[in-house]
């Protein structure tokens, strides 16, 4: 090679597809499927589809520590459940009209994470998953027996019109534009330079550190944006029933978040989009045919780790490379 | 003739670890010039990634003092030093394994613009012209969509140099940048540190075991033992010294 020639440019490979582009012919093919099943479906397809928007954006945000921050979360059933509560309290305690109540929802779980998140941030790996799982037992038991307040067991309700008083469609309607718009933008999250950097911190903290981003920070970072869209799904659940239990930040909702993701699969940004949907067909069907269905979905879930690691999005990414066009 | 280097930019005083009842580091001293290829050698357990550790912020001292370009630099956690420019090399090349090549530059070159905490795409995306020109640099471009875990332990090494180098460094510490590869990869590597190192005019601290690497790159060698600096020189005054041949070159 001569060294005097004037370098040229390197080139590029060809971007096979820019990976920070939303691909939007999918985005709008699924949400049009969605409200037209809103739309024209039957009460039950109505409902099942609102919940399963409601749990594919808890399981997304719960996916956003898990596949990329290097954080697990053990109790984000909190985060969920707290935004419920801070829409019933501000309502019924302070007096809030009803829509800033709702608008307060989020708010609150943002918050909570903060506090529990500068902690959890102090210690790594199953430590920190421990505190998560900690932070969450105790916020149960103040939210169980603290009765003058939350009035424990028998929950709140009455201070919203469950599904605001619309037609279940319409509110359906409403959890779809929001679910989905709350989906792109933590899309947008992880595709950032924020989420690439959430993403170092992840994968390799030493690294990272050494490139010069602070750990605690940065995990500090993901878990309250994480908090935060948990508690925009707990708000659209809360106002869906138009009520609030100490259940909604109970194990249950945290274990099924957990599983929606792994069934989906790790490291794959729609796995809590796939897992929701999945969880709620095998809910769904199994329930009717089996008494211990829930020991049917464990079942389930170990296949699925076992034969694909990847989770139901893996599968459907190596079958998108091997179909002709597929990308890769 | 090696250029001259300028004046100290790296003085370490009196610093010492201690584990336990272990004493890692002794009181070492050590004073660094600008532009420096230093390479610190010693036989194993004599304290040189302690040494390495405590540099770049891993371990916090006992006692004694790191001062670089001014700035006081001893117990200030791994990312504080990366920000005052303290570049860093693992001995097991450590990356962002689940990543691309690709994306692994483009994550040191976003930590190095600053503003790693923005929502905006397109910053990224702006950034892949500077990304593909140092993947060239470090000859890694043709493999820019591999990911990380797919390539070879010596590709692996080169990208987190050329990572580190990202961060336009001025002072790099490398431990051990040759460990486990061939002979061939070696001098290629080490050739490419020394090209940027020099052309960059950084200071570069690196333990090394392989003697002629050592020999063929370093300008100033200082050697440890016990955790305390025993000998410090040129290569020709290390090479000719009878106790260092004794407790080190002899006991290979």
Known sequence: MNRDAPAAPPVAPPARDDPYRIRWLPVAAV???????????????????????????????????????????????????IAAYGVALSITRLGWPMWAGILAGPFVSAFFALVFGAFCVQLTAIYAAMLTLACSEVTFAVVFQWFELTRGESGISGHVPAMLGLAPGVYGLVVLAVTGASILALWRVVHSPLGLTIRAVGQNAARAAALGHSRRTVQLIAFVISGFFAGVAGTLFSVFHGNVFPDYLGTLITVNGLVMVLLGGLYNFSAGIYGAVLFKILDNLLAHYFQYWQLVIGLILMAVILVSPRGIGGAIQSLARRLPGGHR | MRPAAGAPVLTVSALSKRFGSFLALERVDLSVRQGEVRAIIGPNGAGKSTLMNVLSGQLVPDSGSIVFAGQRLEGRPPYQLARRKVGRAFQISSTFRRMTIYENMLAAHNAAAGRWFSLHPGRLRN?????????????????????????????????EFGMVLAGRPRLLLLDEPTAGMGLQERHALIDLVLRQVRERGVTLLFVEHDIDVVFRAADYITVMALGKVFAEGRPEQIAANVQVQEIYLGSR
Not at chain 1, 61 to 76: E, I, K
């Open chain 1, 31 to 81: 949400g049009l499927v969605a409200a037209s099943a809103l739309l024209a479906g039957p009460p039950l397809i109505v409902f099942a589809l609102t919940e399963v928007m409601i749990f594919a954006l808890f399981a997304t945000a719960l996916n956003l520590l898990l596949s990329y921050s290097g954080m697990v979360s053990f109790g984000h059933a909190v985060y969920f459940g």
């Open chain 2, 127 to 159: 950034m892949r012209a500077a990304v593909m020109a140092d993947l060239e640099e470090i000859g890694l471009a043709h493999l820019a969509e591999q990911v990380v875990e797919d390539v070879s332990h010596g590709d692996r090494k080169r990208l």
